[in-house]
């Protein structure tokens, strides 16, 4: 009996320590070749750039996998300009092509929440007269500043607004049935998350070179603005803890390192990143999925330890028995 319970420790260890080692071991045979299916706005969107020098970051992130990993990704990238979370769920309940892709995917990326903030403002100041549409970047000579900075304080940071509630607080539902209609297509392929990017001096500069705001009243809208851009955050990681297989990408860092394009007259005349961001929204979705990772080999580490062990301990008594 005793010589048995050696025996079966033993077996134990050994089972323990291949079941790890393994467990470290792609279980995929075609581990080295994925597809990856990226949405969103005009930050995903390839076609912002061309005619530059560099691109976005779904191109970036496939770049890194093959010369660190070694992985060879089959990029879809679906990413298009001017989308809100509302668009990207009309997307992809509509579009054969992107469904497709969807279903294909080994990963999935989304990238969006910008535009909702960006249309909120706008809108409402198109609807009062206070601008016209299409939106330039800069506000026309003529245009009432002070009314415009009024408006648009309250679009963003008072979620009773008509408009806040029409762009903004919609973005919670739409993400919700966003993962949800994946899920429809994908169980399995891991969603990584992530929205607008915010920091104080950059939106202030921002709305002073853009709206022609005076300092005070720049720091002002940006302090606002960043209310409805930690509404969007909320909903977002809100959506990540939810779900399974859904994981946040936290891009805030990207802010230390995005350069607005500016014009021979040191005016900004892109708001989108230029290379050194678009490497920043890279890194931040690589980071997501490191962590992803580590996650899911814990999960799954200790279910099949579990599993494992409890069919051993079952066999175990059965030989106590005999």
Same mark, same amino acid.
């Given at each position: 009996?005793?010589?048995?319970?050696?025996?079966?420790?033993?077996?134990?260890?050994?089972?323990?320590?291949?079941?790890?080692?393994?467990? @470290?071991?792609?279980?995929?045979?075609?581990?080295?070749? $994925?597809?990856? /299916?990226?949405?969103?706005?005009?930050?995903?969107?390839? *076609?912002?750039?061309?005619?530059?020098?560099?691109?976005?970051?779904?191109?970036?992130?496939?770049?890194?996998?093959?010369?660190? %990993?070694? #992985?060879?990704?089959?990029?879809?990238?679906?990413?298009?300009?001017?989308?809100?979370?509302?668009?990207?769920?009309?997307?992809?309940?509509?579009?054969?092509?992107?469904?497709?892709?969807?279903?294909?995917?080994?990963?999935?990326?989304?990238?969006?929440?910008?535009?909702?903030?960006?249309?909120?403002?706008? /809108?409402? !100041?198109?609807?009062?007269? &206070?601008? @016209?549409?299409?939106?330039?970047?800069? !506000?026309?000579?003529?245009?009432?500043?002070?009314?415009?900075? #009024?408006?648009?304080?309250?679009? &963003?940071?008072? %979620?009773?607004?008509?408009?806040?509630?029409?762009?903004?607080?919609?973005?919670?539902?739409?993400?919700?049935?966003?993962?949800?209609?994946?899920?429809?297509?994908?169980?399995?392929?891991?969603? =990584?998350?992530?929205?607008?990017?915010? /920091? $104080?001096?950059?939106?202030?500069?921002?709305?002073?070179?853009?709206?022609?705001?005076?300092?005070?009243?720049? #720091?002002?809208?940006?302090?606002?603005?960043?209310?409805?851009?930690?509404?969007?955050? /909320?909903?977002?990681?809100?959506?990540?803890?939810? =779900?399974?297989?859904?994981?946040?990408?936290?891009?805030?860092?990207?802010?230390?390192?995005?350069?607005?394009?500016?014009?021979?007259?040191?005016?900004?005349?892109?708001? *989108?990143?230029?290379?050194?961001?678009?490497?920043?929204?890279?890194?931040?979705?690589?980071?997501?999925? @490191?962590?992803?990772?580590?996650?899911?080999?814990?999960?799954?580490?200790?279910?099949?330890?579990?599993?494992?062990?409890?069919? !051993?301990? $079952?066999?175990?008594?059965?030989? &106590?028995?005999?």
């Amino acid at each position: 009996m005793k010589n048995k319970k050696i025996i079966t420790l033993i077996l134990s260890a050994v089972l323990f320590f291949t079941m790890f080692f393994n467990a @470290s071991v792609p279980a995929k045979a075609d581990q080295m070749n $994925q597809v990856y /299916t990226a949405l969103g706005d005009s930050l995903t969107d390839e *076609h912002t750039y061309d005619g530059k020098s560099w691109t976005s970051y779904p191109t970036y992130i496939c770049d890194d996998l093959m010369a660190n %990993k070694g #992985i060879n990704v089959t990029l879809c990238n679906h990413g298009v300009g001017g989308f809100t979370t509302s668009d990207v769920l009309e997307q992809i309940s509509s579009d054969e092509a992107v469904i497709n892709d969807i279903k294909s995917a080994d990963f999935i990326t989304l990238q969006v929440g910008a535009n909702n903030i960006t249309y909120a403002m706008i /809108t409402s !100041l198109s609807d009062k007269g &206070l601008m @016209s549409l299409p939106f330039e970047y800069y !506000l026309p000579e003529g245009t009432n500043v002070g009314a415009c900075e #009024i408006d648009a304080k309250d679009v &963003l940071s008072n %979620k009773e607004n008509e408009y806040h509630q029409k762009y903004i607080s919609t973005a919670k539902d739409d993400l919700e049935s966003i993962i949800t209609k994946i899920r429809e297509y994908n169980p399995t392929a891991p969603i =990584y998350i992530a929205t607008v990017y915010y /920091t $104080q001096e950059m939106f202030s500069m921002l709305f002073c070179s853009m709206f022609g705001l005076s300092t005070d009243s720049g #720091i002002v809208l940006a302090d606002q603005y960043g209310v409805a851009a930690a509404e969007l955050r /909320t909903y977002f990681e809100d959506a990540a803890a939810y =779900y399974d297989n859904v994981y946040f990408v936290d891009n805030s860092a990207a802010c230390d390192v995005y350069f607005f394009q500016y014009n021979e007259e040191g005016r900004i005349c892109d708001i *989108h990143p230029n290379a050194n961001g678009q490497h920043a929204l890279a890194g931040a979705f690589e980071g997501a999925f @490191s962590l992803a990772a580590k996650e899911r080999f814990k999960n799954d580490t200790s279910k099949a330890l579990i599993d494992k062990f409890t069919a !051993l301990g $079952q066999k175990h008594r059965a030989m &106590l028995v005999k």
